[in-house]
């Protein structure tokens, strides 16, 4: 069955800090993963996708994440946080393109401290 | 329209009445889902329906949930005889591939007094 195991309920960070956010996975199968960010009051939004090709993916507002197979991590990092990164951020797994289920996280609460 | 859309966004009701909530998924999206976020915790998966096929309902917490799709267009989550820990917001998904980017709506936000 797979799981996903988000580290830290709650991150701080300064601003221009690195962000680093962790997301370890269990899968039988090689998996899909995924990073999405909820803003206040909104739903999700896809930041980035892992699904099989390059191990270091690139997404929206300069983040990014490496999927690293013998650690079933897929953590997200940013060089250097911003005032508007403050949210919170959801990974996901799903077992690739066979499959119509995705299992979320817990989520990680990012604040940004001026 | 360009999104998937959820209505109502805010619910208020009294503990034990039927509440219904709505999903419009963006069109030509086969999968669509319902997950259950509660204050402060992730998203907990309800249900999901791809096309024809019997929907996965392993994630529904008890059977006062239940959720109906037609077609590949609107759902509608039903939750009868509601409790106060039902009080939630409902988030709704849709996708047009297995594995593909789950586009979400604004969410429901339900609150059982």
């Known amino acids: 069955a797979q799981s996903v195991t988000q580290l830290g309920s709650h991150v701080s960070v300064s601003e221009g800090a690195l962000v680093l956010l962790r997301c370890n996975y269990s899968?039988?199968?090689?998996?899909?993963l995924f990073w999405y960010v909820q803003y206040p009051n909104q739903g999700l939004q896809l930041l980035l996708k892992y699904t099989s090709a390059a191990t270091l993916v690139k997404g929206i507002n300069g983040f990014e994440a490496e999927f690293k197979k013998s650690e079933t991590s897929f953590h997200l990092t940013k060089p250097s946080a911003h005032m508007s990164d403050a949210a919170e951020y959801f990974c996901a797994v799903s077992e690739g393109s066979g499959t119509y289920k995705y299992i979320f996280g817990t989520g990680t609460r990012l604040k940004v401290l001026a | 329209g360009a999104g998937v859309s959820q209505s109502p966004s805010n619910k208020v009701t009294e503990k034990g009445k039927d509440v219904e909530l709505r999903c419009d998924p963006i069109?030509?999206?086969?999968?669509l889902y319902w997950y259950r976020q509660r204050l402060g915790q992730g998203l907990e998966f309800l249900i999901y329906f791809q096309g024809n096929s019997a929907p996965d309902k392993s994630g529904l917490p008890s059977d006062r949930f239940s959720a109906e799709r037609t077609g590949e267009s609107v759902s509608t989550l039903t939750i009868q005889r509601t409790q106060q820990e039902d009080s939630a917001v409902y988030l709704c998904?849709?996708?047009?591939?297995?594995?593909?980017?789950?586009?979400f709506g604004e969410g429901s936000r339900l609150t059982v007094l």
């Open positions: 998904a849709s996708t047009f591939k297995a594995g593909g980017e789950l586009f």
């Open positions: 899968s039988s199968v090689p998996p899909y």
């Open positions: 069109s030509g999206h086969t999968a």
